[in-house]
Structures are given as structure tokens and as C-alpha cells.
């Protein structure tokens, strides 16, 4: 089972957007509208930040938002922020009923 | 208010078996859709899901790590047990708890983790 492919890692500076990929296959991203995406702080552990491909949990920053064309998804960050600098890491269903995550990227704030 | 917490040893040897416990609060696992999974980090690698159980007792485990892992639930004392058995050094990693609920695909809350070493 491998993992989801993300790019390792992406910078900006503060207030420009940003995205995130996140590839699989047909048998997972692409199959079902269950991806979802963590932020992780060293040391922390992980938030979920969006699910179900584009939908925010309560209290999560409208900058954070996500979509899905064919196997890929992507999360965008928008008017990035010092605090935005984090590890992220995708996870999708599959078709083998089990749950898959991502290699995760590293987004640094210049 | 929702929390996990994860406890149990720190250092294991290699061919030892882990037993890991999650304790929690703020749901029930005897609620219909509720579960608890088991993810763990390797250092500075991905995370990596290991395996759940709901409140029907259903437990889906990661197909390469299934003939190592047993997870189990205490619902009265809202804990959920896994084990992994042979550790190898290449299980050294954090392990979290988190919660999930059915038909939804992601994890809602999480525990703070802890970490394993696995060594002699």
C-alpha cells in the first residue's frame, strides 16, 4: 500500500497563496470524495484542516481551503501567515476499505 | 470536551510484543458511528494508518501490518488497546490515537502522541 505523492515542499512569504498537491490513483483519491488534510507543528500532533476534499471543521481559518480534479487534490492556502508553516500530509479512502496518507510537505514561510 | 491520550512504554525490544493503551473522554465507542484508530510517525517520516475499531466491534487493519496488530475496546472504561507483536527497530515512532467517526473518513480528534523505541 503506497503512499499518497506530495510534494516535498513548498515556501512563499507572508500574504500570497500557496498550494499543495496531493496524487494517487483511481483507486483512492480519484474513486471517492474522501480526502482530507492534517497540519502537523514539530513536536505536535497532526489537525485536520479540511475533509472531505473541500469542506473546513469549525473554527479553522477560511484561508484553508481544498479540491479535487481527476487523482489529484490540492490544498491552497491563501494570504499565507507565519503560523502556516507547518508539515501537511493528505489522506484518502480506498477501495481496500482502508485509509492511505500522504508522504506530506513542508511549507516554509520566507 | 473531546480528548485521547495515549500511554504505554517508551523503549521495547526487538521481537517484544507493544501493547498501547488510548484513553478517552468526551464520546462513547459504544455511540453508533464512533471509532478509534491507531497512526503512527516514524521520525521525520509520513504518518501511517494502522488500524481502527468502531462501536460495532468492525476493525480494519493496514493489510501489511495485519498479522501483527490486534485492536481492542474497553467501552466502560472508554480505552482502546493496541498491540503489535515482534517489534523491529523499524517500528521506532510515535504512535497516536485519534477518533473517527462512520461513514467519515478522517480523524476528528487526536491524542498527543508517544513515543516508541524499539532497541536492545
Known amino acids: 500500500q503506497s503512499a499518497l505523492t506530495q510534494t516535498a515542499s513548498v515556501s512563499g512569504s507572508p500574504g500570497q497563496s500557496i498550494t499543495i498537491s496531493c496524487t494517487g490513483t483511481?483507486?483512492?483519491?480519484?474513486?471517492?470524495?474522501?480526502v482530507s488534510w492534517y497540519q502537523q507543528h514539530p513536536g505536535k500532533a497532526p489537525k485536520l484542516m479540511i475533509y472531505e476534499v473541500s469542506n473546513r471543521p469549525s473554527g479553522v481559518s477560511d484561508r484553508f481551503s481544498g479540491s479535487k480534479s481527476g487523482n489529484t487534490a490540492t490544498l491552497t492556502i491563501s494570504g499565507l501567515q507565519a503560523e502556516d508553516e507547518a508539515d501537511y500530509y493528505c489522506s484518502s479512502y480506498t477501495d481496500s476499505s482502508t485509509l492511505l496518507f500522504g508522504t506530506g510537505t513542508k511549507v516554509t514561510v520566507l | 470536551q473531546i480528548t485521547l491520550k495515549e500511554s504505554g512504554p517508551t523503549l521495547v525490544k526487538p521481537t517484544e510484543t507493544l501493547t498501547l493503551t488510548c484513553t478517552f473522554s468526551g464520546f462513547s465507542l459504544s455511540t453508533s458511528g464512533v471509532g478509534v484508530g491507531w497512526i503512527r510517525q516514524p521520525p521525520e517520516k509520513a504518518l501511517e494508518w494502522l488500524a481502527i475499531?468502531?462501536?460495532?466491534?468492525?476493525?480494519p487493519y493496514r493489510p501489511s501490518l495485519s498479522s501483527r496488530l490486534t485492536i481492542t475496546k474497553d467501552t466502560s472504561k472508554n480505552q482502546v488497546v493496541l498491540t503489535m507483536t515482534n517489534m523491529d527497530p523499524v517500528d521506532t515512532a510515535t504512535y497516536y490515537c485519534?477518533?473517527?467517526?462512520?461513514?467519515?473518513?478522517?480523524?476528528?480528534?487526536w491524542g498527543q502522541g508517544t513515543l516508541v523505541t524499539v532497541s536492545s
Open positions: 475499531i468502531y462501536w460495532n466491534n468492525d476493525k
Open positions: 483511481s483507486s483512492d483519491v480519484g474513486g471517492y470524495n474522501f
Open positions: 485519534a477518533r473517527k467517526r462512520y461513514p467519515a473518513y478522517y480523524f476528528d480528534y
